[in-house]
């Protein structure tokens, strides 16, 4: 059903109340039903334990048989995984009512002593149907643990059998591809296959036959052809956005994100219309019963095939761009993108047809030797194009590298160069691959040579995509997203900064890659055996708890903790605040004892916080109390220092009175604060020297910090000039220097001060104000040149020394070693 119109508002809020009703009369419900209904889930898992034990039990006693094959062990799989699901859940259901039941006994409290006076009768009455439900619980929430616990090791033991079965296959040994036989045998059994696809046509056409009419096997295959028609429609319906967008451009390149979709488009071109087509041809035709079962797997078989050949080329497409180098995010030149794309679609052309062969041979229940000859003749044909491709690339170098030495302004010249030399790592260990894989099928393991060959094929293919889907991530949140008018339009819209837009983009960037990449490791290696039960399995226990110790971890229970514990923090701070802004100043105490009430408030919801943060993931403090108790004997023993640095190092971060950047001078060193850990502080002088301070001297010792509030600081010039000069315009002449400067302060404004009578001359102090106290000696400097400027044009004398005073102010007085003529 389809909603075509909103609600009104008032219809909403109507809704809204009745379901807030609802949700009330539920809730009283199912308090007033709780015991009941607790009491027959605990009576359906009795009752169920026993039907269970029986599966586990059978399940074991077939996985002791020997000879079981991989479709054995799928069916034993497939008998357990719904025993544990409901041992699972039934335990879900039994802890949480076995603590409640221990609780409520807790509450009643102990019996009383044989010479404490009586407790009440209900009350001991109560006591002892608690105790008893909980024994019965208890016992039965053993029962279920320990049933689990044997389903869980039945499950490792069949992944175990899984892999060790696909360990044998993969190295077992047959023929080498050296030995006649092997070929002897392949054509005789090529022979039989050729009757048996004979057989299997005629079986298909008299199949056919009783099921649909002649007239109706016409219109099928008039659906067939009308599907491919569709496909093809599809097809170009898909590529018109890339046409369009190829006219409009030309051969220009486009930006990263637009040819990295671009790139996409073209995959989804070529994987689905064709991989559709085939689907929807073998669902119309097996929806009209008109395929048998054998004829239904060698259509698999080419489904399949028709699946890996488009899925191939379709990365290959997005990838290199052989034709479209305007959309290429790949770099490399033209010519290595068609080399690599012309070799690497033969290759998955073949991996297609053995695909397809591979099918083909198990409808037709071919001879072993056949199978051997396919997978062998496949292994030879990838290591055939894995050497054409490495020694074509080989002999490309050769032109890229005099085209660089020749120094092309060319881009074409220089990215070619470029591709050459990153794909020179490459060539070693193929060509180390090749030799094991021709070693291995001389040696008689064709499975291996097949396995080693296939997988390195699916290796470049995926590296190829991984790259255009890792660029496209990056394009579109980094590059789109987080940087740019559009990052700023989106944060306004958001209401975040733009700099927590930009953290948010590049964490979601840096998991989906993560993802990406994960997801084709795991497609490129291989499951090494491991079905796709093994591999829920396996997420399901992470998801749904595992243990350690006595404590059952959940992901889920993490990522509450995690959040809680954000939530929390960022809770205490905002009280934190508040107190420090709205209540304490309103108070008589002093600014310092405000602070240090806000800061103690702080502390205290914040332990809290991460208390109750540790109860959810079910962390004892009994236990880390116990720790520390021990702990504290190896600190009595000679770790004084060590912890008092490391307690030091984490008030430092707490508090946060020295922070990094910050410009501090501490026992007699001076510079920037470039680290801080919990041992030491790292600070880089102004010589370009890291000196490395325990954190201890710096909450226990004096610490001048410059830049603590703000990095503003003060400077102080002093100025001796004669005594004949007017004080006034000196004091002028100082001020106006300083508020010329643009990194002087003009609040608080430059302050002038005669400081001193001297012996023959005045001592005036300059005291101002700069921006940033990092260019303070800077800022002296250049306020001393303009004071000596327009000093000298004010013609106001400078004493030197106390003995030279000279008259008349003049700064071109003799000097008393040259003499009378001097």
Known sequence: MVISRRLAPDAAIGIFLHAVAASLLLALLF??????????????????????????DSVEGGLGRDGLRSQDLDELRGRLDPVRSDLTAAIALLEPMLADLNHRIQELGPKPAADAPPENASITTQRDELTAQASEVEGLTKQVRLLNSRGDQLSDRITSRRRALFTDQLLARSYSILNPELWLASASALAMEARGIRYLLSDWQAYASSRVPLWGQLLLALGVVGIGVLATMLRRLLARPLRRLKREIGEEPLPRLKACTASMLTGIVGVVPAILAVFAAIALLDGFDVLPPRMLEVMQGVLLAVSVVSAGRGMLLAALAPDEPWRRAVPLSDEVATLLYRHIVTGVWLLGLAAFLGNLHRALVTPVALTVT???????????????????????????????????????????????????????????????VLGALLAGYVSLASYLATRSLLAVVFALFVYVLLALINAFFIEGIAQGHKARMAARTLGVRPASLELIAVLVAGVLKVVVVVFAVVIVVGTWGTSTADLRDVVSRVTFGFTIGTSTVTIGDILYAVLFLVAGIVIARAIQRWFSVAILPRTAFDPGLQNSIATIIGYVISLAVIAMAMGQIGLNLQNIALVAGALSVGIGFGLQSIVSNFVSGLILLAERPIRVGDTISVKGEEGYVRRISVRATEIETFDRAAVLIPNSDLITGLVKNYTHANTTGRIILQINVAYDADAEEVRDLLIGCACDHPQVLRSPPPRVFLAKFGDSYLQFELRCVVANVDYALTVKSDLHFAVLDRMKQARIGIPFTPWNIYRGGSLDAPDPTAGEDG
């Not at 009941?36 to 034990?53: F, I, P, S």
């Not at 490309?396 to 470029?418: I, M, Q, W």
Request: proline share 3%.
């Open 31 to 56: 308090v007033a039903g709780a015991h009941a209904q607790a009491a027959l889930d605990v009576k359906t898992v009795h009752d169920r334990l026993e039907g269970q034990r029986a599966v586990v």
């Open 374 to 436: 396919t997978n062998a003749l496949l292994a030879l044909g990838l290591a055939a194009i894995a050497i054409s491709t490495v020694r074509a690339l080989a002999a490309g170098d050769e032109p890229a590298t005099e085209e660089a030495a020749a120094g092309s302004d060319k881009p074409e010249g220089a990215l070619a160069a470029a591709s050459a030399t990153a794909l020179q790592w490459a060539r070693f260990p193929f060509w180390v691959l090749n030799f094991v």
